[in-house]
């Protein structure tokens, strides 16, 4: 995802006039973990870079950074949630907060659900425990879709009104 950057902002500019829109979505950082690293504090300004470049193009799109989902490893033969999992969350809720720009939390949509141990057990994902399917992309969508609808509904009121002039 930090790659975004190679694209042209004249290549995004011309992306938008064909087909505008109002929100970016981006999803980056499951296949980027390795269980060995924990720390992803590199990332955040990485990811806050791409944000950077895609407002530049498009300076009145939104953007939102989908945080990680689970992936679990087995550890003594008990399937548990990769350590590396919490520290590219935290990467991606700073480069967000850093960035200005949105963020869902999809690691804690899946837990909400039962986490990827269930999502493996209902054949939603892999059995790497790592990749939801199109099956596990459902409930998945419903949980984004009740987070964008619920922030829209409860953002605060905007109220022009007129200058006093006396």
């Given at each position: 995802?930090?790659?975004?950057?190679?694209?042209?902002?004249?290549?995004?500019?011309?992306?938008?006039?064909?087909?505008?829109?109002?929100?970016?979505?981006?999803?980056?950082?499951?296949?980027?973990?390795?269980?060995?690293?924990?720390?992803?504090?590199?990332?955040?300004?990485?990811?806050?870079?791409?944000?950077?470049?895609?407002?530049?193009?498009?300076?009145?799109?939104?953007?939102?950074?989908?945080?990680?989902?689970?992936?679990?490893?087995?550890?003594?033969?008990?399937?548990?949630?990769?350590?590396?999992?919490?520290?590219?969350?935290?990467?991606?809720?700073?480069?967000?907060?850093?960035?200005?720009?949105?963020?869902?939390?999809?690691?804690?949509?899946?837990?909400?659900?039962?986490?990827m141990p269930?999502?493996?057990?209902?054949?939603?994902?892999?059995?790497?425990?790592?990749?939801?399917?199109?099956?596990?992309?459902?409930?998945?969508?419903?949980?984004?879709?009740?987070?964008?609808?619920?922030?829209?509904?409860?953002?605060?009121?905007?109220?022009?009104t007129q200058?006093?002039?006396?």
């Open positions: 995802g930090t790659t975004l950057q190679m694209i042209s902002t004249t290549r995004l500019q011309e992306l938008y006039d064909a087909i505008p829109y109002d929100l970016i979505v981006l999803q980056y950082g499951l296949n980027r973990m390795t269980p060995s690293i924990t720390d992803y504090t590199p990332y955040t300004q990485q990811l806050v870079d791409a944000v950077a470049h895609l407002r530049k193009a498009l300076p009145h799109t939104d953007i939102l950074i989908m945080g990680i989902g689970d992936r679990c490893q087995t550890d003594n033969d008990e399937i548990k949630t990769m350590p590396a999992i919490y520290g590219m969350r935290k990467a991606q809720r700073n480069a967000a907060i850093e960035a200005q720009c949105l963020f869902w939390d999809c690691y804690e949509a899946m837990k909400q659900i039962g986490g269930t999502f493996v057990e209902n054949k939603w994902a892999s059995k790497d425990y790592t990749h939801i399917n199109h099956q596990g992309g459902a409930p998945l969508a419903e949980e984004f879709v009740k987070a964008i609808n619920h922030a829209l509904n409860n953002r605060p009121q905007v109220v022009a200058p006093n002039d006396t």
